[in-house]
């Protein structure tokens, strides 16, 4: 089946069997990798993606569910060469080790700023409740997605003055 | 894990989507959130030739309260449900649920008739809509049926949908004056099914419990309607006595098994809890 998904601001068409994972498109047909697979039985999170802004695990889509509609991917984030702060956030605020659950991690925290600047963090922990992290214990995490937010509120303020 | 091969199509009208189960007859299932399809295909233990997708029907995700009525499209999802303003001010054991079901992630694509379809034992919306006295209205092409949500369940995974019918709606009476509901869940961990589940919707009028909804989850083959514990409250004024007595007759009809959540004792004291608690969190928001 042909579908046509945009991502991360650039649009595929692509013909592809129904069976396939969304999660599979983007890393074999589209050579986008940084969307991990941790568990591959819609449990652990790290295949996390945004789907017209909604996050869900990539896994447990179908890539033709995805036609017609935008998908955004940690390589998405990085915008003209320059880091997105939720991800100079992660890096300043140690809030990854080896890495593997960062790209959903990252993508969670930045829906969730876009409805929460501000959150506290119960709220965090809350957004990323379906996230795991084998490495940091998350206090880091929910650090750099505050701090981060913190920096959108103030990037925010400067631009309307 | 690849799923088996199958074909697909993605109707945009309730119409097409219904011709399209007529033709596929057995060998077409729909797809919603795909939170239990999805795995289910993965482990080979759904083998559809068809999968129909209703993500894209309008007006499926609806959500109103007019004329004395609650309705709730099929496709509402569990985080949209309980972040709903409505659910959140005066259907407490909607938003509640809402919240607790499986993690963030699956609750941006799980939806409400999904979970109803699939029918798990341990999932936590039949409990709520078996709380709430819910009419579960399944189409096909040319007829309607409706369900009483506690009926529509029967079993392990089976429900009374036939292979040509989509839920399309789950209505309730509207909540007037004296509501007060509360659900309850033990989970081991975020993303776990309940260990025990308790939905409760209550409604007073001058002092007394005038009408009682009890619905359990993960206390049997199928979510339980707790007839007997509607029974003991029902034309009786709030009291921790009252709710003690409700919370055994909800026990008596647990049927629990040892697994690695528990053992029947242990579950059947959590129900014990859960239900003197509930009941207290449901009272008091009647009063409020
Ligand atoms: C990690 C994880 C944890 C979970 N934890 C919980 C939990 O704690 N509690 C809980 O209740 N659930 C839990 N679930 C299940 C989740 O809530 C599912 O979303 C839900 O069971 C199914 O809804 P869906 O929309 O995803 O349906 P789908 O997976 O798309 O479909 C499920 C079944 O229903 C049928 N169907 C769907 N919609 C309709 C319709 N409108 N008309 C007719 N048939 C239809 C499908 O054909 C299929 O047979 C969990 C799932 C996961 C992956
Ligand atoms: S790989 Fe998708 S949830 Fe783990
Ligand atoms: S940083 Fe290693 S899993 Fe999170």
């Known amino acids: 089946m042909e579908v046509t998904i945009t991502v991360n601001g650039r649009t595929h068409t692509k013909s592809v069997e129904p069976r396939m994972l969304l999660v599979h498109f983007l890393r074999e ?93 119960d709220e965090v922990r809350f957004a990323i409740s379906g996230n795991i992290c084998r490495c940091t214990g998350y206090m880091n995490i929910v650090k750099s997605i505050q701090a981060a937010g913190k920096r959108m509120q103030a990037e925010s303020a400067d631009a309307a003055e | 894990m690849y799923p088996p091969r199958f074909d697909y199509v993605a109707p945009t009208s309730l119409e097409e989507a219904l011709d399209a189960l007529a033709e596929h007859g057995d060998e077409g299932k729909i797809i919603a959130g795909g939170q239990s399809l999805i795995p289910m295909l993965k482990l080979r233990f759904a083998s559809p030739e068809t999968l129909i997708d209703i993500n ?13 009525t609650l309705r709730f499209g099929a496709l509402c999802r569990h985080n949209q449900l309980g972040a709903h303003p409505l659910m959140t001010s005066k259907y407490h054991v909607v938003a509640e649920a809402g919240t607790l079901i499986a993690d963030p992630l699956v609750r941006n ?19 709520v809509m078996i709380a709430l006295k819910a009419t579960i209205v399944c189409q096909k092409k040319g007829a309607t049926r409706e369900f009483g949500a506690a009926e529509f369940m029967e079993g392990i995974f089976t429900t009374k949908l036939a292979d040509d019918e989509i839920v399309t709606e789950i209505r309730c009476d509207a909540a007037n004056g004296g509501f007060g509901s509360s659900y309850l869940k ?29 619905g359990l989850t993960a206390m049997g083959a199928k979510n339980l309607h707790a007839e007997d514990a509607e029974k003991v409250l029902v034309g009786q004024a709030p009291s921790a006595e009252l709710f003690a007595e409700a919370a055994e007759a909800a026990v008596a009809i647990a049927d629990v098994r040892e697994d690695s959540r528990g053992t029947p004792e242990y579950k059947k004291n959590v129900l ?14 009647a009063q409020a």
């Open chain 1, 29 to 121: 047909e589209l050579g986008l990798t940084g969307t991990h697979i941790g568990c591959d039985s819609s449990h652990c999170g790290a295949c996390t993606v945004l789907v017209d802004g909604t996050p869900l695990k990539s896994c447990t889509y179908l890539a033709v569910m995805a036609n017609g509609r935008s998908v955004e991917t940690v390589e998405g984030l990085k915008q003209g060469g320059k880091l997105h702060v939720i991800q100079e956030e992660f890096k300043e605020q140690h809030g990854l080790q080896c890495g593997y659950c960062t790209p959903g991690m990252m993508l969670v925290g930045k829906a969730l700023l876009e409805e929460n600047p501000n959150p506290t963090d």
């Open chain 2, 272 to 285: 014990r809890t859960f239900m003197k608690r509930g009941l207290a969190k449901a009272a008091l928001r």
């Open chain 2, 186 to 214: 033990m989970e081991r961990k975020v993303g776990d099914f309940a260990t025990c589940g308790t939905a409760i919707a209550l409604t007073l009028k001058d002092g007394t419990i005038a009408s009682a909804g009890v």
């Open chain 2, 56 to 68: 894209r029907l309008p007006g499926m995700d609806g959500v109103s309260e007019e004329g004395g």
């Open chain 2, 109 to 127: 694509m799980g939806s409400l008739g999904g979970s109803l379809c699939h029918a798990d034992p341990q999932a936590d919306w039949g409990s």
